[in-house]
């Protein structure tokens, strides 16, 4: 069972539940209380949000534009369409005036698609090649994307749930370090079945052309051996579903930091939220920080391989998620 489901069948037995899970890909369950009251999730989608919120928060593009009109400093971009929806609007945004728009913000610019999670196609693009190589790939499988400013700074992911911080972590990049022996493909298919051992979805593909970029960029190669302890990152967005590590913050981020995600969260109208940000040090009183985004159903497996605490503290999420449930 995968280890986010593990969790949740845990806590919703233990509070004398009934659960029922769909075999197959054992990420959707119905539970059944003890009071007769029932529920259903999907993965980490559980129904503790709003439709309306969730949908929102989803959409890079219209999570910014309120976000930015409450006051938070969101990043700077624009949405852009394949001409099947620039027909349809009545002010048309096409692929080449993405380009246009890119080489005002300034290279490098962070171009991804509009509505997809687990950091799918997210690129960081240096130049015309790059942009449109990135771009035809997103309008083959959505039908918008997002050219964003890149900013500079570390990324955290800081977990609310109502007036609470349950968890906060710092998200780094697919990276291996080397052993003076192995080369890179041999360290990262090495990476990849560790990660796999959590249960989920792990996407590390060693033809993402956003990886072979990387290499390139560093004069490397697959077949390239690292010397011992040295480390190479294979991708500049920090999407723990691509690979990347995570280091727990949850007992030293400063209280600006906890009420800062916690009136975004309250702001979207959600209740449970993963707030994405960019700041230099999240143990220091706020001084700047760019607002990523916002994620109704943020993803808890790779936090939860942590270790214990970690599971613990997610068990506890959890717990109180399915007792408001329970209630309501």
Not at 10 to 28: N, Q
Not at 151 to 160: E, T
Not at 192 to 208: A, R, S
Request: proline share 3%.
């Amino acid at each position: 069972m995968r280890l986010t489901t593990a969790i949740l069948h845990k806590v919703a037995i233990e509070m004398g539940a009934t659960v029922l899970i769909e075999p197959e890909s054992e990420l959707i369950g119905h539970i059944t209380f003890k009071n007769g009251k029932k529920t259903v999730f999907n993965n980490t989608r559980l129904n503790i949000n709003g439709f309306g919120s969730s949908h929102l928060a989803q959409d890079k593009g219209f999570s910014n534009y309120f976000l930015r009109q409450l006051g938070y400093r969101v990043t700077e971009g624009n949405t852009f369409f394949n001409e099947k929806i620039c027909a349809k609007i009545a002010n048309p945004r096409n692929i080449h005036d993405g380009w246009d728009y890119a080489q005002e913000l300034g290279l490098p610019v962070i171009v991804k698609p509009l509505n997809l999670s687990l950091g799918i196609l997210v690129t960081k693009v240096f130049d015309k090649s790059e942009y449109y190589q990135v771009a035809e790939k997103i309008f083959n499988i959505h039908p918008g994307l997002i050219v964003e400013r890149f900013y500079s700074g570390n990324d955290f992911r800081i977990l609310a749930l109502d007036n609470e911080i349950i968890a906060a972590y710092q998200r780094i990049p697919l990276s291996v370090t080397g052993d003076g022996n192995s080369t890179i493909l041999e360290l990262l298919q090495s990476k990849h079945e560790q990660l796999i051992k959590t249960g989920e979805k792990i996407l590390i593909d060693v033809e993402d052309f956003r990886i072979l970029q990387k290499l390139q960029k560093q004069n490397l190669t697959f077949d390239s051996v690292l010397a011992k302890d040295s480390l190479i990152y294979l991708l500049d967005n920090a999407n723990l579903s691509n690979g990347g590590d995570s280091v727990d913050f949850t007992d030293k981020i400063h209280p600006d930091f906890q009420k800062l995600a916690i009136n975004i969260t309250k702001d979207m109208a959600l209740r449970l939220a993963g707030v994405d940000i960019l700041t230099t040090d999240i143990t220091q009183p706020l001084v700047d920080y760019t607002l990523l985004e916002i994620n109704s159903a943020p993803g808890l497996a790779h936090y939860a391989s942590l270790g214990e605490t970690q599971i613990q503290k997610l068990e506890d999420l959890y717990r109180k998620i399915l007792q408001v449930l329970e209630q309501e």
